[in-house]
Structures are given as structure tokens and as C-alpha cells.
């Protein structure tokens, strides 16, 4: 428990005057209740327990400052944030010292946040840390994989491949998810995609590490979908894209740990198996999370429909019109994330090879370039955050889509200071479209078809990224080596998917999901 004491001294009647303004309920970080005459609690706010009271005495004689009396305000309170509760820490002390007449902060999200919804956030970001590092670790560690089981850049590549179509284990557990709950299968993937993938580090042959990492990628994308899923299903209206962008930051903490640990690969041949161990630690934080994390409140609402369902309902949800916005919806997106991924994939995935062949860069070179053009993307993905909720989705993602696509694409016909001036730019830029288009995907459907149709925008994202690989490397052969016009071409694609998000996408920002989906209305709502 946090306690915050915030004394004031003055004349009687200054004092007076102060206790009277403060004996008026907040409602700004927190919106309290009086429980009496000088005490108070929450009745809304990111707190477990919180109270705050007044009291006002004489001052003691002799003072150092001269004055006579002395109003105490105590505010004792505990975050419901659990995890990160650190991060908030001053923020919120700040907050709570200086009152303010509304709500809004800019480290906060647009709504104040319930104790419900604050705990489940902070849960789904710790697992999503999780999920960073099992997306993560055969990127980082193929190579030394590679290595010990002496196979080429032929193998690593068509590895690679298989690999992706792990992306159908996601799409059916996805699906699942709309029958079975969304903390049942979460819960399932996140302890599945642990065990397999430490399965790596025993493996004995390149094929089997394969195998097992298709497994586990594919439960680890169906894990990832199923986080955003129920943070956009518990987060209030006008914050789905500020949680989008904390759990994106999240999963890039998880990378980030990937390569973090993977110097122990240097300390043998086969020391890249370490990394493999590290996911057992994930067992035991999915499971501390499975003991805390609630169902989602509007699964159980669609699950309790479908137990008892109700006519009305059930009209609803098999309605032409209601089937027919589905699909348009699903193309829609799924186009979208076709596009961006056919361009996206090589812009990241080749840039390494452009840099060692065609500008000559050095490993330590490459290292640098990639250390200080993506750390920065973090502070594009907060802000887009910040301007979906409060600017709206389509400007925010529009804007950052097509500015970054001309600028990373633009990077690769430049050199020196350019090209690391450029990248970064584009990537920061770029990153701020993330949070805004990420957030339709979970808002556009209703909550019989979320899951389901989530897994078929990640598996056709899949396919385009696969493709844009291709496609890519085709181009770039075709002109003597230079990748630089093959991406100038794929990057029409998110320009293609801009005018789409400005022409076509539906503008979300402060609506309830049932309002996007009137299908999930009960009857009197």
C-alpha cells in the first residue's frame, strides 16, 4: 500500500476554504465516493484499494512558518496493474498530488480505466512479453542452428517456409476460441508453445527443430491473436488502440530478450540450444496469469446466448445483411494485411542481405544500423496509440502507412547518412499506423466470429508475406541485384491499403463494440 500525505498550512479561514473544495469528490484519475464526512473511496479507477481523508488541526505553537492551523490530506491506494505496476508509479503519485478538474493525462489511456480492466491489461502485456519471445527465438537463433547441423542458406530458407504454414494451427485455434473461450485457449496455446518450443533444444537433426518450431509458431500467432482479441473485448471504448500499442511494445520486449540471451550461442557449436530452455520460465508465468486472468466479460455474454439462446439473437446472427457486412469486412482487412505483408516481409526480412551486398556493410555496421534505426519505432507505436483514441483510426493509420512506405522504400536508393536517416524516419513514421489498424481487426467483427476471423486476416497475412518474399528476391535478381526498384514496387501495396482506410474502413474511435456490431446486441439493449 502506497501512502501519499500532503500537508497545507494557513489562517483558519484559509484552511476552511481549502477543506471545503477538497471535500468535494474527485474525478479525474480516480471518481470517488464519499463515506463520509471527510473520507472517501473509489468508485471508479486502475486502483485495488484506495482511500482518502482529510483532517485539520491547530498548528503547533511556535511554528517556522507563523501559521496557525494545518489541513492533512493521506491518500492510501494500490495499483490494480499487476506486473508494471512499478512503470505507473510516479505518474500516478504526481497525478494524485495534483488535482485536477477532469480526466487526461498524456501517459494515460483517453478513458480512466477500471480496476477490472487495468488488471487484465497488465496480465495480457506480461504474457505478451511471452509470446514476443516464442515469435522470436528461431529468427535469432537459425543461423547457429544451421551451423552445427551443417545446412546452407537454401535450408534456413525453405525452413523458413514450412515453418509459416504454422499459421493454419493458428487459424483453427482461433476458431476455437469463439466455442471454448477466450481464456481457455489462450492459456492452452501460451503452455503448448512453451513446452514445444523447448523441445528445440533437444533436438537432433535441422528438421526436427523445424517441426517442432511450426508447431510452436503456429500456437504462439494463435496466442498473439487471442491477446489482442481479449484486451480490445475488456478495454472502454475510446482506449482499444493506447492497449494496442502497450501490447505491441510488450511483444517487442519479448524480442528484445530473444537477443538479449543469445550471446550464449557463442560458447559452443551447439550452445544456441539454451536459448530453447528459456520458454520453461513461460510455464510458470502463464500459469501465475491463468490464475488471475478473468474470462472475457462479453465471451461469457455470447456463451451464455448460445447456452440459453434466445431467438432475437440467433435471427441476428445468421441475418443476410449481418452475414453479408461480415464478409466485406473480412475482405476488406484481409486484403489489407495481404498488401502491407507483401511489402513489409522483404523491406525487413532482405534488408540485412542490401546491406552487406549492396552497401557493403560490415556485420558490427549492420548490428549499429539495426540497434539505432528500430529502437526508436517504440515512440511511433505510442503515439499512434495516442492518436487513434483521440484523432481517430483512419487519418492516424492512413498517414502512417503511406508516409512510412515511401520512406523505407526510398531508403534503398540511398547511402550514408541518408539511408540511416531515412530508415529510421520511416520506421518510427511508419510505426505509428501499427496500434490504428491493428485495433479493426478485433473491433469489426461480432463476438461469435472475432476468433475465427482474426485467424483467416493473420493466415492470409501470412501468405502475403511469404509472396512479397518471392516476389522480391525475383525482382531484385531481374535487376542486377538491386532491391531497391523491387520494394519501390511492392511499397503500392500499402499505399493501395492507405486510400482503402480512407475510403472504405469505418471509423471506430470512442464506440462500443456492440455498437460496430449490432448483432451482439441482446434484445432490450
Known sequence: MTVLRVVRRGSAAEMERERAARQQPRGDIVAERAVGEDRFEARDGPFRDYTRTLSMEKAEPGDA??????????????????VWAWLFHFPVRSALRRRRDAYGYWWAPPDRLSARAATVLGLLCTIQVVDGYLGTVLTATLTFAADEFDRGNTAQGVLMGVVRAGVLIALVTAALADRHGRKRLLLATGLGSCLITALGALAPGFWFLGGTQLVARGLSTA???????????????????????????????????AFAVLPMADLHIAAWRLVYVVPLAGLAVIVWVGRRLPESR??????????????????RQADPEVAARRRRRLMLLAASAFLIAMFAAPA??????????????????????????????????????????????????????????????????????????????????????????????????????????????????????????????????????????????????????????????????????????????????
Not at 498473439?224 to 480490445?232: D, E, K, P, T, Y
Not at 462479453?298 to 439473437?313: I, K, Q, S
Not at 489498424?437 to 502475403?464: C, D, K, Q, W
Open 223 to 257: 496466442l498473439g491473436i487471442l491477446i489482442v482479441i481479449l484486451a480490445a473485448e475488456e478495454m472502454p471504448a475510446r482506449s482499444r488502440a493506447w492497449a494496442m500499442s502497450v501490447l505491441v511494445l510488450c511483444a517487442a520486449l519479448g524480442s528484445g530478450m
Open 348 to 525: 525487413s526480412g532482405l534488408r540485412n542481405d542490401f546491406l552487406k551486398d549492396e552497401r557493403e556493410f560490415s556485420a558490427t555496421a549492420i548490428t549499429l544500423f539495426t540497434y539505432f534505426t528500430n529502437t526508436p519505432i517504440g515512440i511511433g507505436v505510442f503515439v499512434g496509440g495516442y492518436l487513434a483514441d483521440r484523432r481517430g483510426r483512419r487519418p492516424t493509420g492512413a498517414a502512417g502507412l503511406a508516409l512510412g512506405a515511401v520512406l523505407i522504400a526510398w531508403a534503398f536508393f540511398t547511402d550514408g547518412a541518408a539511408l540511416w536517416l531515412l530508415t529510421l524516419v520511416g520506421g518510427v513514421v511508419g510505426a505509428v499506423a501499427v496500434p490504428a489498424l491493428a485495433v479493426y481487426g478485433p473491433e469489426l467483427f461480432g463476438t461469435h466470429r472475432r476468433g475465427r476471423s482474426n485467424g483467416v486476416i493473420v493466415m492470409v497475412g501470412v501468405v502475403g508475406s511469404a509472396l512479397g518474399l518471392i516476389v522480391a528476391g525475383w525482382l531484385s535478381d531481374a535487376l542486377d541485384g538491386r532491391l531497391g526498384p523491387a520494394l519501390a514496387l511492392l511499397a503500392v501495396g500499402p499505399l493501395i491499403v492507405a486510400a482503402l482506410v480512407l475510403l472504405k474502413y469505418p471509423e471506430t474511435v470512442g464506440q462500443e463494440l456492440e455498437e460496430i456490431n449490432p448483432e451482439d446486441l441482446n434484445p432490450g439493449d
Open 298 to 315: 462479453r465471451y461469457e455474454t455470447a456463451a451464455a446466448g448460445r447456452v440459453a439462446p434466445d431467438a432475437a439473437l440467433i435471427d
Open 65 to 82: 512558518t507563523g501559521e496557525a492551523w494545518q489541513l492533512t490530506e493521506t491518500t492510501s491506494y494500490r495499483l490494480a496493474v499487476p
